[in-house]
């Protein structure tokens, strides 16, 4: 398949924001794909990717070198191609602007295939170590010297993991529905779903509605990979808990740590996923021999929150000092003595072979207890007592906080787990807190003492599902973050996150791709036309980065109304 045919898709599908017409477009090109002989993996391409969802590895190649990638394939400068972008905001308008006139000088076909893209692209994570840089820009440079205008417009959009064709993967669930079962579009939409939170994984999606509806039945989880796991709804009562989680229930202590899905295959192979998919497995060898150790099965996947604590005192600490060790990617020894680690598990979705999904949370808790060998600090269940007595489940909740947990979690008996839900039948209660989760859209360059640094951040929250400006700004926060590492992270480590994030920039302010979540907490929170929400924070102050969350996770413009006065 031509990549030209591609960007058209790509180039359909950003002209138009009418969900319907983008599952239109989508649907007629998956039919296409599934006729040519192509690799299943292709469907990646649809969302900027090569690689699947529960892979979460990104590009990693800076605005910087695909400004140098640029002028190797166009013959401009770098200085003039800098200077095209601050003007128009976009690399990839920028590649196709210079790459379309030098293509007008000669007869020109592009030769380049989606084959060839692809492997091209998926060559970049195979590239470590010394060299590596040079071979990343030889392999994007050899595609963009090939491609016309628009391909070299999706192509460096591609790689700056910034396609702005507006398909998120719902869409493309239902176009793959649309596509291959149009007559039980519905029924089947469902299917899909259940079966992607399972898998993460188009291709595989893909394939099984090649086949026909029954191959999404043989869709299971497998340890080794990332999954996306249940969440809770919020409650404020304990009556409203067991309204919603029946009667008996489970109640637990929620911990104040991060979400840690930890699988074994049956080869032995322990791994570590966050919720936002992201493999921590070399961050917590000390987790990984833990779980080796004491999960007594040949192979698992245990849900689990992993806290910190003092080693002298032997105290718990809060998320946030742990969250250090999450983003330290080297010299990791000195780390694991500061700040070891307690596992708290507190579900089993996969044991020796077969999936638990499908079981109440009360048998796999049993199966739970069976296989986790309990040693101090090292690894234990979640204290869970099994009641319908308000009062005591009342007490349980108040001893958690006494004893400094964040709340309790409230648990369904039957229930199965549901992956990648928020659902009704999991709650959590702790005190409501002054604070939100918020992602960065935006940064200040800093002054003084502070110059070279982003030192303000531009923060938004969620706006409800089906409008066109997914985030709204709240405010914009400049306290809070830290200036020694050993405090926690620094404004200029912020920046570092940042800068490969920019998408424009105008005079001392910076906009960026909104991936970054903070936790803020504020004075109060008043009707304001300066930001696009109509709110604004007063006094917010960044309490902790979120390097465990995404902006799925962040709060909704209905919780910050809710808050304003
Ligand atoms: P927010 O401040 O937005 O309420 P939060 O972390 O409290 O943030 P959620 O992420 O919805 O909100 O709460 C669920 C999280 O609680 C889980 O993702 C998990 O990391 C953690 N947790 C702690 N203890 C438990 C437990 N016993 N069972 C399930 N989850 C638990």
């Keep these: ?55 979460a590895r990104e590009f990693g190649i800076s605005r910087q070198l695909i400004i140098k990638i640029i002028s190797k394939a166009s013959g401009v400068s770098s200085d003039q191609i800098t200077k095209d972008f601050n003007k128009i905001g976009d690399l990839g308008q920028v590649a196709e602007n210079l790459m379309a006139k030098k293509k007008q000088h000669t007869l020109y076909h592009s030769s380049l295939n989606v084959e060839k893209v692809f492997t091209n692209l998926k060559k970049i994570f195979e590239m470590e170590g010394k060299g590596s840089v040079d071979k990343k820009v030889s392999l994007v440079a050899e595609l963009l010297v090939n491609a016309n205008g628009l391909e070299a417009k999706y192509l460096i959009r591609t790689v700056l993991n910034d396609l702005r064709i507006g398909v998120a993967d719902s869409t493309l669930r239902e176009s793959i529905a649309e596509a291959f079962f149009p007559d039980e579009r519905k029924e089947v939409l469902n299917k899909i779903e259940e079966v992607y939170d399972l898998a993460n994984d188009f291709a595989q999606i893909f394939e099984a509605a090649i ?247 531009i923060v938004a929250c969620r706006n409800n599902k089906d409008s066109k400006d997914k985030f709204l700004e709240v405010g914009m926060v400049s306290s809070g973050l830290k200036e020694k590492e050993s405090e926690g992270t620094t404004y200029k480590e912020m920046t570092k996150m940042l800068k490969p994030l920019i998408t424009s920039e105008k005079g001392r302010i910076v906009r960026v791709k909104p991936k970054l979540v903070v936790s803020v907490t504020y004075q109060n929170i008043q009707k304001s036309p300066t930001y696009s929400s109509g709110y604004a924070m007063r006094f917010p102050r960044i309490t902790v980065y979120r390097p465990d969350r995404n902006t799925s996770d962040i709060a909704n413009i209905s919780d910050i109304k809710k808050e304003a006065n």
């Design 211 to 457: 086949k026909g509806k029954k191959a999404f039945d043989e869709i299971e989880i497998i340890p080794g990979k990332a999954m996306n796991v249940m969440l809770p709804v919020k409650v404020t009562e304990i009556s409203e808990a067991f309204r919603m989680c029946g009667k008996p229930a489970a109640i637990e202590h929620k911990y104040d740590g991060f979400r840690v899905v930890i699988s074994k295959n049956k080869n032995g192979n322990v791994k570590l996923f966050t919720r936002r998919l992201e493999d921590v497995t070399n961050q917590f060898p000390d987790v990984v021999s833990v779980a080796g150790k004491n999960i007594k099965a040949e192979s698992f996947i245990v849900d689990s929150e992993v806290v910190g604590y003092d080693p002298k005192t032997k105290k718990y600490k809060p998320f946030e000092s742990i969250s250090q060790r999450i983003k330290r990617k080297y010299h990791i020894e000195k780390l694991i003595d500061e700040l070891p680690v307690e596992i708290n598990a507190f579900d089993v979705i996969y044991l020796n072979g077969k999936s638990l999904v499908n079981l109440p949370f009360i048998e796999r808790r049993k199966h739970l207890e069976k296989i986790i060998k309990v040693e101090k600090l090292k690894v234990r269940t979640a204290e869970q007592i099994i009641t319908d007595d308000e009062k005591k489940a009342l007490e349980f909740y108040k001893n958690a906080l006494k004893i400094g947990e964040e709340g309790i979690m409230v648990k369904n008996l039957d229930s199965i787990y549901k992956p990648g839900r928020r659902v009704g039948h999991m709650v959590k209660m702790k005190p409501s807190s002054r604070d939100f989760d918020l992602v960065i859209v935006g940064a200040m360059h800093g002054t003084g003492k502070r110059a070279g640094w982003l030192t303000s951040y």
């Design 1 to 55: 398949m031509k990549y030209s045919e591609l960007c058209n898709v790509y180039e359909a599908l950003s002209k138009t924001s009418k969900r319907l017409e983008k599952v239109d477009i989508l649907s007629d090109f998956l039919k296409k794909l599934a006729k040519s002989k192509g690799d299943n993996k292709w469907i990646y391409l649809i969302r900027g990717r090569v690689l699947p969802d529960y892979d």
